[in-house]
């Protein structure tokens, strides 16, 4: 499992360093340590343990953990975070959503089971 | 508003007695003796002709045929004149037990104790807080405030569950948006709009179908979901 620093910044809008930028896939898990903005393709999950961002370019075929997630790309095995989920216009989600709090904008493709503000 | 049709007092030329008739008035009898007389005898500068305020109107689609047509501002029911529908055009409110299906161009109040009973009601507004066994159609909004129940469907423009109220719903919704911060739960929702559930609100189904959705924190939703794809 492949380990990844992150910024200083506590907000989205804020500097965060970006995660494989660039045209290139990752086979296998990533764990994020810090706030991160994630552009590439990844063959696996995203375990972020603060904010993570997908860009329009990113695609997971796992699931993404985090504290609060933000998607503009795809993720295929869904989205579980502990505090809120963005999902912006244009974003693919499949399987899941499980937030405690929610903002899926108009469209957004997602299908799949949803379940915010549990526990 | 309607035109109010002035009166003038007039006085009977055989017993003197007065009354009040319409200034349009052509003959009369008398409320005292009973002779009939003319207004030209009573009426030194004869008849004369009262302008009458100009009545308001308003505009409303036929339920059935989608004709537009204007109807009074007061009036309590009118015909399409397009399909021949006739049109209810008041307010209902129901307290109890009701049989029968309703179609109104108004507001339906199910009240805490109310039960409506028919297959279907439809009017412009409903407010629900009591229970319906038939399909209800809010074309304007249906708006939940006590503890109801629907045992079918509903559908209509908006659906908003108020905070502290519920609704069961035993069959498909289906609605141009909604604003959940009561409960809600039913077999499927659909709304073809932005759906919000509130910070008090909660939303379970087995389907849940949405342009845009917004949870605030606090709302709990649970469900299999489904965003329709954008507009081109």
Redesign the interface.
């Known amino acids: 499992m492949n380990s990844v620093g992150g910024a200083e910044t506590d907000s989205f809008d804020g500097k965060v360093p970006e995660i494989a930028s660039g045209a290139f896939a990752i086979w296998g898990d990533i764990r994020l340590a810090r706030n991160a903005v994630l552009q590439a393709k990844v063959k696996g999950n995203v375990l972020a343990e603060h904010k993570v961002i997908l860009t329009p370019e990113a695609e997971v075929s796992g699931r993404i953990q985090g504290g609060d997630v933000c998607v503009e790309g795809k993720v295929e095995g869904g989205v579980e975070a502990r505090g809120r989920v963005w999902l912006k216009k244009g974003a693919v989600v499949r399987k899941q959503c499980v937030a405690q709090s929610l903002r899926l904008e108009a469209g957004v493709d997602f299908r799949g089971e949803l379940r915010v503000g549990e526990g | 508003m309607a035109a109010v049709i002035s009166k003038v007092e007039v006085i009977c030329p055989e017993c003197g007695q007065g009354q009040s008739e319409s200034e349009n008035f052509l003959s009369t009898v008398c409320r005292s003796c009973g002779a009939y007389f003319k207004s030209a005898q009573v009426m030194a500068e004869g008849r004369r002709k009262v302008k009458r305020r100009v009545i308001q109107k308003r505009e409303l689609s036929c339920a059935d045929c989608g004709e537009l047509q204007e109807v009074a501002l007061e009036a309590q029911s009118s015909t399409c004149m397009a399909c021949g529908r006739h049109m209810e055009l008041g307010h209902r409110e129901i307290l109890g037990e009701h049989l029968g299906n309703i179609s109104l161009e108004g507001e339906l109040r199910i009240g805490p104790k109310g039960n409506y009973g028919g297959s279907r009601a439809r009017a412009a507004r409903i407010i629900l807080e009591g229970r319906s066994s038939g399909f209800l159609e809010a074309p304007e909004f249906l708006k939940v405030c006590g503890q109801a129940r629907i045992r079918s469907g509903a559908s209509g423009g908006s659906l908003e569950i108020e905070a502290g109220a519920s609704l069961e719903c035993g069959e498909r919704l289906d609605f141009g948006s909604g604003r959940i911060d009561g409960e809600l739960r039913c077999p499927v929702a659909h709304f073809a709009g932005?759906l919000t559930?509130g910070s008090r609100g909660?939303l379970v189904a087995e389907k849940?179908q949405?342009?845009?959705?917004?949870?605030?924190?606090?709302?709990?939703?649970?469900?299999?979901?489904?965003?329709f794809?954008?507009a081109p």
């Open positions: 932005p559930i909660t849940i949405f342009q845009e959705l917004t949870v605030e924190p606090g709302g709990r939703v649970q469900g299999w979901a489904e965003s794809p954008a």
